[in-house]
């Protein structure tokens, strides 16, 4: 199949002009984090780019599938996560980009599960809301975040990049599965919106991301746990042919068989450097 016509959620801004936030804390007995802005719902194709990979690049469109098998499989324990995952991933990211040094600083594991409420870290779902992980400025409050003051303040004057290493676990990712678009089909000026991220003891920043029906969307039908895609969430690099960015979602996909295994999956972020 082609493509697929399916539901994507947008952001709105606050009608009240106000700056928008979400807390990052979500109600422990509904699941719902507090926010002032809404959600718009659109219809938009979305692409099977299957046998059509090789089209999409880090650079161009903002993100990149690759095939690679992963040593660790279990993706149930953090620690053995880190220990096992973390150290092959790191070498992943640097064949890929050719990166001289990469920080991985956060994982998380998602498995669907209808009905759950999203009460602690171990039932994280899938996210059906169109966003960018990162902004400019907490792009660089990330560097400043995980790595020591004077080594981060030479590494920022260099080009540097957040990069997140997505990958289904378990079984393929038929069950919402992640869409991307094409950085190349982005208004940065006019689609995108920060975000506040209120944590208890920070604010953290997100773009928001709005409606444009010039936006075109991807997707891997069928991705499986031995195929990954690399979502660039931040690059310093300055020029216009030059993807910076890659807004992202999960989506429901209508085309999928009655009965599928839920999504499983794992997502990892880097701190991408080069010399």
């Known amino acids: ?62 993100f990149q599938y690759v095939t690679k098998p992963s040593k ?15 150290p092959e991933s790191i070498e992943l990211l640097k064949d890929i980009t050719g990166a001289s040094k990469v920080v991985l600083f956060d994982h998380t594991v998602r498995r669907h599960r209808p ?30 975040r995980h790595l020591p003051v004077g080594e981060a303040e030479k590494l920022v004057k260099k080009r540097f990049q957040i990069i997140n290493l997505w990958r289904p ?22 689609d995108l919106v920060p975000l506040a991220l209120v944590y208890p003891d920070r604010e953290g920043e997100t773009f928001g991301v709005k409606f444009n029906p ?6 891997q039908r069928g991705m499986k746990p031995d195929e990954v895609v690399l979502i660039k ?9 030059i993807a910076r960015f890659t807004p992202h979602t999960g989506f429901k996909d209508p085309s999928a068989p009655q009965g599928a295994p839920l999504r499983e999956s794992i997502e990892l972020r880097a701190l991408v450097f080069y010399d």
């Open 1 to 62: 199949m082609p493509t697929v016509s399916a539901e994507l959620v947008y952001f709105t801004p606050p009608p009240d002009g106000s700056r928008p936030f979400t807390t990052i804390n979500a109600d422990p007995a509904t699941g719902q984090r507090a926010r002032n802005w809404e959600q718009e719902v659109h219809t938009v194709e979305i692409e099977n780019v299957r046998g059509k990979e090789s089209d999409y690049t880090l650079d161009t469109a903002g």
């Open 214 to 219: 010039t936006h075109r969307w991807k997707y």
């Open 115 to 144: 009905g759950d409420v999203e009460s602690d870290e171990t039932k994280r779902q899938p996210v059906n809301q169109v966003h960018v992980d990162q902004t400019p400025e907490s792009a660089t409050a990330r560097v400043h």
């Open 72 to 86: 660790h499989s279990a993706f149930i324990n953090d620690e053995e996560i880190r220990g096992e995952y973390y």
């Open 169 to 190: 676990i378990s079984h393929p990712a038929v069950d919402h599965p992640l869409a991307l678009c094409d950085y190349r089909t982005v208004d940065a000026k006019k």
């Open 233 to 241: 969430c931040y690059d310093s690099a300055k020029g216009d042919n």
